[in-house]
């Protein structure tokens, strides 16, 4: 059974940085897309970043580019969300999500908590 | 990468049918076959109703039906039944590996 728990969520400061990791069991973690979405309270979902199997590969939304990095260590099966420069509006729930066929996600954690705050 | 348009709400009383409209751009909805539909109730993660704007994941019941016309998608809801109240997401792909998601549609079974 596929699972994805993310992890690395916290409080923290304007300005500040940290690094989300998403821990994959039950497939093959190298052989597929990896992504991170976000969802602020109560509001919708949004798409932040994605990366190819081998990391060769990355893509973020606009609001993110430059100030978040994601990244993968296969031989962990290990998806990770760099992110520095935090703002206000970064405040969400932060979920690693699966991309499967036809451009879909279809399997997604639980989330973890990031909260900018002074 | 502008979100997609949903509604807002829907609500529909059990049995009835319920659709909800998710309407993007020639970039995104209306350029690939690539729609895909989200179930989220309070609390819990996103799971995934379709994909390729109509074709259904197993384990999904054929309640659930995707279709799409130009830049506009729908995902319909028939049959409606009281777990079938959550909020409903759509996701386009938009090329170059980019994504973008719709607003967000809350159901509320009557």
């Known amino acids: 059974e596929v699972h994805l728990v993310e992890s690395g969520g916290d409080l923290v400061q304007p300005g500040g940085s940290l690094r989300l990791s998403c821990a994959a069991s039950?497939?093959?973690?190298?052989?597929?897309?990896m992504s991170w979405g976000r969802q602020a309270p109560g509001k919708g979902l949004e798409w932040v970043a994605s990366?190819?199997?081998?990391?060769?590969?990355?893509s973020y939304v606009d609001s993110v580019k430059g100030r978040f990095t994601i990244s993968r260590d296969n031989a962990k099966n290990s998806l990770y969300l760099q992110m520095n420069s935090l703002r206000a509006d970064d405040t969400a729930m932060y979920y690693c999500?699966?991309?499967?066929?036809?451009?879909?996600?279809?399997?997604w954690g639980q989330g973890t908590l990031v909260t900018v705050s002074s | 990468q502008s979100a997609l348009t949903q509604p807002p709400s829907a609500s529909g009383s059990p049995g009835q049918s319920v659709a909800i409209s998710c309407t993007g751009t020639?970039?995104?909805?209306?350029?690939?076959?690539?729609v895909s539909w989200y179930q989220q109730h309070p609390g819990k993660a996103p799971k995934l109703m379709i994909y390729?704007?109509?074709k259904r994941p197993s384990g999904v019941p054929d309640r659930f039906s995707g279709s799409k016309s130009g830049n506009t998608a729908s995902l319909t809801v028939s049959g409606l039944q009281a777990e079938d109240e959550a909020d409903y997401y759509c996701?386009?792909?938009?090329?170059?590996?980019?994504?973008?998601f719709g607003t967000g549609t809350k159901v509320t079974v009557l």
């Open positions: 999500a699966r991309p499967a066929g036809g451009y879909s996600f279809d399997y």
């Open positions: 039950g497939f093959t973690f190298s052989g597929y897309w």
């Open positions: 990366i190819k199997h081998d990391g060769s590969e990355k």
């Open positions: 020639s970039s995104d909805v209306g350029g690939y076959n690539y």
């Open positions: 390729e704007d109509y």
């Open positions: 996701i386009s792909y938009a090329g170059s590996d980019n994504y973008v």
